[in-house]
């Protein structure tokens, strides 16, 4: 069962990728001459993508400008509906590089699988060319495959314009912080870790709060948390008001605070923060919704996963890992999604017991749980850590982020304001 699970995941990424090519071509002339020279019909699963295709390639073939009304004209009448539904799935061709990579991949897997397959059969029956036929077979697979290999030559323009570069990654609205990480960057891993009512969730739900009302599109998959409690969340701090006031404001004859929540309600209402409350998801079913957001919106720029220990592995059953193992296979592919998208992944973590042992209490890297694959897969590591937990005689709202790793900059500690009541973090500074 697991095994047909997946299959029918991949076949479903396979296939909205197909017309993820499909629309870009029929809204884009250039961009549908650039795939009709890259791209064969021999490329495509969909039957309904390998006939908008065929249909594509006559009216280029022909001499005529490839639009939607050109290709539902030499189709029949009654598959114009099915080529309108395609075509209408993106609103840009923006990213058609990126599918346009994404079905060769699949495409190269679905033959290498044939070949081999064929050429395995040919091994069993005694036939001794098949080592020949396999080294062909590899041979023409890898002609269409991209060199990874470029001469340092290649980039040295690209690496001067670079240089004193302000470019910066998404603002996560903590300033400091910003600065320090230069934003939420393309590509990369950023682990946010703490030890249990540390406020970790709530950092990383204030930062997708804060991208979200940048206008930037957010994929939120809370595996804890229902989505009506985070959006609960984002009304206390958009009114700066508790559950508590909220409730006894309402109850009373003259409420004030309830305006203020109607008005959060209606800051929330144009956000793109898209949230999947899933008790427990894996990479690949994380990849697949993703991949649909991107068709849906045409671009995604902030990942938020609550949190590591209830991700599944998309291993096969009864494959016999320790924990460990199975979260160093999460974290690596958690890693190489944040590349294949192009988007920052906050990934929310537990720490072990380790600091609780310790005299001041403060995280250590050591101190991640289950596996070093965390931390050697991370290209950000920070730790939200409030001393009032252990120490009560400090200042309830007193806390700190602490910056344990960073790929491109120095590790630090950044003062914190925490406003428990409103499950938030604010920058001292402001």
Known sequence: MEELRQIEETSEINATTERAVISCMIMDNACAERCLLILSKNDFIDPDCIRIFSAIKMVHQSGGYIDLQSVCAVLEPDFTMKVVSVASELPTSANVDYYIKELQQASRNRRFVSEFTAIVERAKSGDDGFLSKAQDVLNELSKGVESGMRLARDFVPEAINKLGSQDKGI????????????????????IVAGRPSMGK??????????????????????????????????????????????????????PVITGKVFEAGQEIEPMKLYLNESSSVSVSKIAL???????????????????????????????????????????????????????????????????EARSDH??????????????????????????WVYD?????SEAELIIAKNRNGAVK???????????MFTSVAR
């Open 289 to 355: 919704e993703c991949k649909k957001l991107m068709t849906l919106e045409g671009s995604l720029d902030l990942i938020v996963i609550d949190y590591l220990g209830l991700i599944q592995t998309d291993g096969f059953g009864g494959s016999g890992k320790t924990r460990p193992q199975e979260v160093a296979e999460i974290s690596h592919a958690l890693k190489r999604l944040a590349k294949d998208l192009d988007c920052p992944i906050i990934l929310v973590s537990q720490l072990n017991r380790n600091s």
């Open 362 to 387: 403060t995280p250590m890297l050591s101190d991640l749980s289950e596996s070093g694959a965390v931390e050697a897969d991370a290209d950000v590591i920070l730790f939200p850590f409030r001393p």
């Open 392 to 396: 009560r005689e400090r200042e309830p």
């Open 171 to 190: 603002p996560t609205g903590f300033y400091d912080l910003d600065d320090s990480i230069r934003g939420l960057c393309k590509g990369d891993l950023i």
């Open 413 to 423: 500690k950044i003062p914190l304001y925490w406003k428990g009541d409103l499950f």
């Open 201 to 254: 969730s709530s950092f990383a739900a204030n930062i997708a709060t804060n991208v979200a009302k940048d206008g930037h599109v957010v994929a939120y998959f809370s595996l804890e948390m229902t989505s009506v409690s985070i959006v609960q969340r984002m009304i206390y701090g958009l009114t700066n008001h508790s559950e508590n006031e909220i409730v006894s404001d309402m109850k009373s004859d003259n």
